[in-house]
């Protein structure tokens, strides 16, 4: 089992900065991959970005250039920079991680709002 803590959402204006953090405990030993998810109110959950445990990111087309993700392993945490943000980036964000059996964690997710 994995457990996921997000913290750092908010309400920002267009064009500011939030900086989500994600603290993995338990079998942290069995992940592969970590990775942000976020779904806005009437819409699918989608993936934001991830980070495997080398270090290769992948990004959705939506936040290239504008978000970071980061994982620091000696403390167990990601984390996703977002500058420039945008009125459509306003969703729950979710911390995931993906396990070497296969097996998906989520956390309970932070409200990322931005204002125009």
């Known amino acids: 089992q994995v457990q996921l803590e997000e913290s750092g959402g908010g309400l920002v204006q267009a064009g500011g900065s939030l900086r989500l953090a994600c603290a993995a405990s338990?079998?942290?030993?069995?992940?592969?991959?970590m990775g942000w998810y976020r779904q806005a109110p009437g819409k699918q959950r989608e993936l934001v970005a991830t980070?495997?445990?080398?270090?290769?990111?992948n990004y959705a087309d939506s936040v290239k250039g504008r978000f970071t993700i980061s994982r620091d392993f000696a403390k167990n945490r990601v984390y996703l920079q977002m500058n420039t943000l945008k009125p459509e980036d306003t969703a729950v964000y979710y911390c995931?991680?993906?396990?070497?059996?296969?097996?998906?964690?989520w956390g309970q997710g932070t409200q990322v709002t931005v204002s125009s």
């Open positions: 995931n991680s993906h396990t070497d059996a296969g097996s998906h964690y």
């Open positions: 338990g079998s942290i030993f069995s992940i592969n991959t």
């Open positions: 980070i495997t445990w080398r270090s290769n990111t």
